[in-house]
């Protein structure tokens, strides 16, 4: 098997069929009533030095976890972190959210793995959305495509607050990291549903057209709800499967990003 050819929703599945990774399929764990996940972030494949400073790569890191934290509508509880990194280091703790441990090492270049721990009532997951479901998002997309173009990195939005709030009525939810239609699939394929995506409805950041949506990093929450709560609607959940993207009734296509690929 090369990761180059199946990428990495194969390699997931792989890992499931052979029994070595169980649960895998949400944003984040749940371990004895604590909800965990963890993002890795890597110079040259996730930021360059000449996008953002070190501060902004110490808020990225903390808040791609904090992001899945809220998509599985959890109260932030703590940081580990991990540091490969050849100089000095700040901004990691902005969010508010203590670091409780982790390592340091040296390395040529600069990676960071953090582990965030929560804490949630409810955790709508992935895998429970129901034809007849509104599909919502917390905020504009196309933020991270917008700057990208522009020669700089987007600071991630931390939705927390929206994320328990649709905790409590989601069938499911996840944050929008790997593009509209990739992440609109995660849902579809896990709820064995059709998510139908009309972009006419999509929210955009300014500056942003519909193929920035395809970039990622924006996230954004995307659920899929009975009760939109007063959050933009972007379309729905239907019988079928996959996913079915249309601006004005006609079809288009979106990627979105994937890694080894």
């Not at 509880?77 to 703790?93: D, K, Q, R, T, W």
């Not at 390395?107 to 721990?117: D, G």
């Not at 709820?191 to 057209?209: D, F, Q």
């Not at 009975?226 to 996913?243: H, T």
């Amino acid at each position: 098997m090369r990761l180059d050819e199946v990428g990495e929703l194969g390699l997931l599945g792989e890992l499931e069929r052979r029994g070595l990774a169980q649960g895998i399929e949400h944003d984040a764990a749940q371990v004895d009533g604590i909800v965990v996940t963890q993002d890795a972030l890597v110079e040259g494949v996730h930021f360059r030095f000449d996008l953002l400073s070190w501060r902004e790569l110490g808020f990225r890191a903390a808040a791609a976890n904090i992001s899945d934290l809220a998509a599985s509508g959890a109260e932030p509880l703590a940081l580990i972190v991990a540091l490969g990194l050849p100089g000095e280091y700040e901004g990691l703790n902005e969010p508010g959210v203590p670091v409780r441990g982790g390592d340091t090492t040296g390395a040529a270049s600069v990676f960071l793995s953090v582990t965030a721990l929560g804490r949630a009532e409810r955790v709508p997951g992935r895998a429970g959305a129901r034809p007849g479901d509104l599909l919502v998002v917390t905020g504009p997309l196309g933020a991270a495509g917008a700057a990208f173009r522009a020669g700089r990195l987007a600071r991630p939005p931390i939705r927390v607050e929206e994320g328990r709030r649709l905790a409590r009525t989601a069938t499911a939810m996840l944050d929008v990291s790997d593009g509209l239609a990739v992440d609109a699939a995660h849902i579809a394929r896990r709820s064995g549903c059709r998510v139908a995506v009309e972009l006419e409805r999509v929210p955009l950041a300014p500056g942003a057209t519909l193929e920035d949506v395809a970039f990622g990093e924006d996230y954004e929450l995307l659920a899929a709800t009975p009760d939109a709560l007063e959050f933009p609607v972007i379309g729905r959940c239907e019988k079928g499967s996959g996913v079915v993207l249309t601006l004005h009734g006609e079809p288009v296509e979106l990627t979105g990003w994937e890694h080894f690929r």
